[in-house]
């Protein structure tokens, strides 16, 4: 094939300025014919070869690139847009499938009509088991432990005043002691009182007599003298002299006796105050010696002999295991049904068999806004051996113990009527009904389970003991298929067979 540049003629070349100093017109060959296309080649003279001269005219350049980009595009969209008419053509002439009308090919299903029974519902909720008894155990007096029983650990059991630990007791007992003395000291003066007092009472007695003798004297001496002349005026004076000391010694006891009641009662008070003291001390002395305040378990004990203890330390722990309460969170709508006294049944859930009876023995009052709950508290009851080691077990079995998180299901006294259905035979929240008309087909229905029920129920089959509880899109005595739910679908024809002759999955 010849190149375009091999006809240039000279006429064609015209010189540019620019790196191409040489340009050549290419609209026919030298032989006058047309080559097809126009372009404009330049002679580069260091590199000594023509090249493509572009035209000025970029938007014409890049449209130029461009359009196998948009015809390849093109070509694209028309294909999907056959494939897509030739769906829809194929979809719209596709033949519906029909059911066999031959019941003999349709298989043999059990079906189990919709039980109404009146049923009390039960109610799961959860809860962490707490004790209803329990204590902290503190020091009251400080001092050094001399003494901790060594059956007195972390998991063994105490009983009501066991001693758990013993505080050194010396300092209490002098306290104690000088205290005592103290006590009876006061006693002492205070009988010592009364004694003085009942003498004073009688020489008071004496003393007024004394007087009374004396002023007699007196006015007699005085009267004969003024009247009689007799005697003189010295032996006047001298009675009177005698009747002024009685009455001076008179008063002086009259003011002893009015003392002692004052005397009696700053002594009274004294002794009231040593005698609190020396309780104080007693009861120190008594505190001394840790006790346990109830039965129990000891969680840990946190003092050993050789520790100083401080007043107001926790020494240990102590849970009663035999009474235990659960707080129970169940639906707000629970309490139409639930009642004080309702029998609970608890259990683990990590799924143990190991089942724990309670009662319901009080209800929140307010339900919560936030989770729609409301609280009610169950007690459960457990009877306790203790073993010779002191470990703790229970008599029913596995022992409950507070921490644990437990499910626990309340069944309330009250009853409503509900409409069951076998478990089995609930799909995706739905049902499949047998239909009566020739030939039989089933229907799929929608329904909502409001909870599960285990047991049995009159003129029910004795082998379906598992059910739901729905409640909407059925109604009594409809019957629901409970075998081949993986083979049929909604509208497949089938023959309800008895229930006594029907086995398992496909099998009549």
């Keep these: 094939m010849t190149s375009p540049l091999s006809a240039v003629r000279s006429d064609q070349l015209s010189y540019k300025p620019g790196p191409a100093s040489v340009s050549v017109r290419l609209g026919e060959s030298t032989n006058g014919k047309a080559l097809g296309h126009r372009e404009a080649y330049a002679f580069y003279p260091r590199r000594g070869v023509f090249a493509p001269e572009y035209m000025p005219n970029t938007h014409l350049s890049r449209l130029r690139r461009a359009l196998p980009l948009i015809s390849r595009m093109l070509f694209g969209l028309f294909l999907l847009g056959a494939a897509t008419g030739l769906y829809q053509i194929l979809s719209a002439t596709k033949a519906e499938p029909t059911l066999t009308q031959d019941a003999g090919q349709a298989p043999l299903v059990r079906a189990v009509a919709v039980l109404q029974v009146d049923l009390a519902r039960p109610w799961t909720g959860y809860g962490t088991v707490r004790a209803m008894d329990t204590a902290q155990v503190g020091v009251q007096v400080t001092g050094r432990v001399v003494e901790r029983p060594g059956d007195i650990e972390a998991g063994l059991s105490v009983a009501q005043d066991d001693v758990l630990l013993l505080i050194d007791p010396s300092d209490f007992e002098r306290r104690v002691a000088s205290l005592s003395a103290l006590v009876a000291a006061l006693v002492a003066e205070r009988e010592q009182l009364d004694v003085e007092a009942s003498s004073l009472d009688r020489q008071l007695t004496l003393a007024l007599e004394e007087a009374e003798i004396a002023e ?75 006790r346990a305040p109830i039965d129990g378990v000891l969680q840990e004990v946190m003092l050993d002999a050789g520790d100083l203890a401080q007043a107001g330390m926790v020494a240990t722990q102590i849970i009663d295991l035999r009474r235990l309460e659960v707080p129970l969170s169940l639906p707000a709508s629970a309490l139409s049904d639930v009642a004080v006294g309702d029998p609970v049944e608890v259990f683990l859930e990590s799924g143990s068999d190991r089942r724990w009876s309670g009662t319901v023995v009080r209800i929140a009052p307010e339900a919560d806004s936030g989770t729609r709950s409301i609280r009610v508290f169950v007690e459960i009851v457990q009877d306790l051996s203790i073993d010779p080691d002191g470990s703790v077990r229970s008599v029913d079995g596995d022992l409950l113990r507070p921490g644990m998180f437990v499910i626990g299901s309340v069944q309330p006294s009250r009853t409503s009527p509900y409409l069951m259905v076998p478990r089995r035979s609930v799909v995706q ?43 909407q899109g059925l109604e009594a005595g409809e019957l629901v298929l409970v075998s081949n739910l993986d083979d049929l679908e909604d509208g497949s024809p089938i023959r309800v067979g008895g229930q006594a002759d029907i086995g398992s999955k496909g099998t009549p």
Excluded: C, H, M
Excluded at 238 to 266: K, N, W
């Design 216 to 290: 007699r004297e007196y006015t007699r001496a005085k009267r004969a003298l003024e009247e009689q002349g007799a005697g003189s005026r010295t032996e006047v004076d001298q009675r009177l002299s005698t009747l002024r000391r009685t009455e001076r010694e008179a008063a002086a006891l009259d003011q002893r006796s009015r003392s002692i009641p004052s005397r009696r009662a700053a002594l009274e008070a004294n002794l009231d105050s040593r005698r609190a003291e020396l309780r104080l001390a007693e009861q120190d002395l008594d505190r001394a010696t840790v």
């Design 429 to 471: 929240r739905g049902v499949l009904v047998a239909e009566r008309n020739s030939p039989t087909r089933a229907r799929r229905v929608e329904v909502n389970t409001l909870f599960a029920y285990e047991g049995t129920f009159p003129g029910a089959p004795a082998d379906e003991t598992q059910w739901f509880a729905v409640a």
